[in-house]
């Protein structure tokens, strides 16, 4: 499965951006979805994941109540809503699918996207 991530950009603290990740190769119903993050000189740090019924989400504690993940199956699309940002946002955003269930660990997840970068302003 190939995942292709965008949605990036520079903003200003308290902006919001959405991400997009488009799924080709199989239907993403099939995967459980997450975004994961990787700031400078600091290392990949889960972020936010949704089950394949879309019914359970999971959050760091750090986005949750800013951020909120969720999947279109039809579309093979999963989105990251992020609202009020702020400078610690910034990092390279991942997406990446697994079918083994819902884990925070990057090793679990076997198929990934090229991130796209988030820059927050203060």
């Known amino acids: 499965v190939q995942l292709q991530a965008s949605g990036g950009g520079l903003v200003q603290a308290g902006d919001s951006l959405r991400l997009s990740c488009v799924v080709s190769?199989?239907?993403?119903?099939?995967?459980?979805m997450a975004w994961f993050r990787r700031a400078p000189g600091k290392e990949q740090e889960f972020v936010a994941a949704?089950?394949?019924?879309?019914?359970?989400?999971y959050y760091a504690d750090h986005v949750r109540g800013r951020f909120t993940i969720s999947r279109d199956n039809a579309k093979n699309t999963v989105y990251l809503q992020m609202n009020m940002l702020k400078p610690e946002d910034t990092a390279v955003y991942y997406c990446?699918?697994?079918?083994?269930?819902?884990?925070?660990?990057?090793?679990?997840?076997?198929?990934w996207g090229q991130g796209t970068q988030v820059t927050v302003s203060s």
């Open positions: 990446a699918a697994n079918k083994q269930g819902l884990s925070v660990r990057p090793i679990v997840y076997d198929s």
């Open positions: 190769g199989r239907p993403i119903s099939s995967y459980l």
């Open positions: 949704v089950t394949w019924t879309t019914s359970s989400t």
